[in-house]
């Protein structure tokens, strides 16, 4: 089990925190953390594998959020390769990663940014990473961060707290051009 | 009737929208033509008024009279806001509705040379219903602009 190889630097990861130190004895690269109903689960992931979590029990006391600005700075730190391969397991083609890269329709360390805010300091996960062009001119109109369960009440709230929190520490860049997606609130059932 | 230069409420689709709630409570039941067209006009009708506020605030876009904007800058502006579940919402069943023929169907909202999300939509009168919802939130926050 990995779980038992793990830096004990990790089994005090705080919500929020990013490790990018130390995971060469065990060939990984990236290691972040989310929430999952209470629980602080680093995600570990390397080059080639797909990303995998294990659990670590939640220390209250340690509890802070990072802001958005501490985790665009910890990501400026890093070469884009490797803020690509933090994103490759949203998107189903690295393409969608390198189209945004290569055209600056939103700085790629920005998204990895919200990516990992959000599932850090809020109780839902990012499932995918999609690009949404309009279908009469091919441009793109934003790219679309789609999150696992919530519902349609959900999202309004969800959209109005991540994007008032984009705003506030200055990445409105950020806030008009991702649009944050509940796919399943779009399920409608007929009446 | 005051030009819309000077009049932007000239194009406020509240009574629009108003009109369109008031068919959806009708017994009739409606036919998959008029829920095509309504979503489209309701789309498109938000994105006139947008483009009518924005231009009387000075902003100016492409055309002989520099009033013809781009869809990109209506979602900006809505997505900047938190509006992201109205904008997505509205946006993909007008496009489902406009250029999907199949019912449901299944709308893949790239046009890129590789695979992007692929959305179920079925438009029907329960979609038109949070469609609407979804247009009042943005026309509330446009009648504030």
């Keep these: ?191 | 009737m005051q030009p819309s230069i000077t009049d932007p409420e000239r194009l406020n689709p509240r009574g629009l929208l108003e009109h369109f709630n008031r068919i959806m409570k009708g017994k009739t039941a409606l036919n998959e033509v008029v829920l095509r067209r309504i979503i489209s006009a309701i789309y498109l009708s938000l994105f006139n008024y947008w483009s009518l506020k924005n231009y009387h605030k000075g902003a100016r876009g492409e055309g002989p009279l520099q009033d013809s904007f781009w869809y990109a800058s209506f979602h900006e502006d809505l997505l900047k806001r938190g509006l992201d579940h109205a904008i997505y919402t509205i946006y993909l069943y007008r496009v489902a509705a406009d250029h999907y023929v199949l019912n449901p169907t299944k709308v893949a909202l790239t046009s890129k040379p590789w695979k992007g999300k692929e959305m179920d939509v079925e438009i029907s009168e329960e979609a038109l219903k949070r469609v609407l919802e979804a247009a009042c939130d943005i026309l509330n926050m446009l009648e504030q602009y």
């Design chain 1, 1 to 191: 089990m990995l779980s038992t190889n793990v830096p004990s630097y990790y089994e005090s990861l705080n919500v929020g925190d990013m490790g990018f130190t130390n995971l060469e004895p065990f060939q990984l690269n990236y290691a972040t953390a989310q929430v999952l109903r209470g629980v602080v689960a680093p995600q570990y992931m390397d080059a080639v594998s797909e990303p995998f979590s294990i659990r670590l029990e939640f220390r209250e006391s340690s509890w802070h959020l990072q802001s958005l600005h501490q985790l665009y700075k910890s990501l400026k730190e890093l070469e884009m390769r490797e803020v690509i391969s933090l994103l490759e397991a949203y998107v189903e083609s690295k393409d969608v990663l390198e189209y945004i890269a290569r055209t600056e329709f939103l700085d790629i360390r920005k998204l990895a940014m919200l990516v990992v805010w959000i599932n850090s300091s809020l109780n839902v996960n990012v499932s995918s990473i999609g690009i949404v062009d309009d279908p009469e001119m091919g441009e793109t109109q934003f790219i679309a961060v789609y999150l696992n369960e919530c519902g349609w009440e959900e999202w309004k709230v969800l959209s109005k707290t991540i994007k008032s929190q984009l705003v506030s520490e200055g990445f409105s860049d950020v806030a008009g051009r991702v649009a944050i997606v509940c796919s399943q609130a779009l399920q409608i059932q007929r009446g």
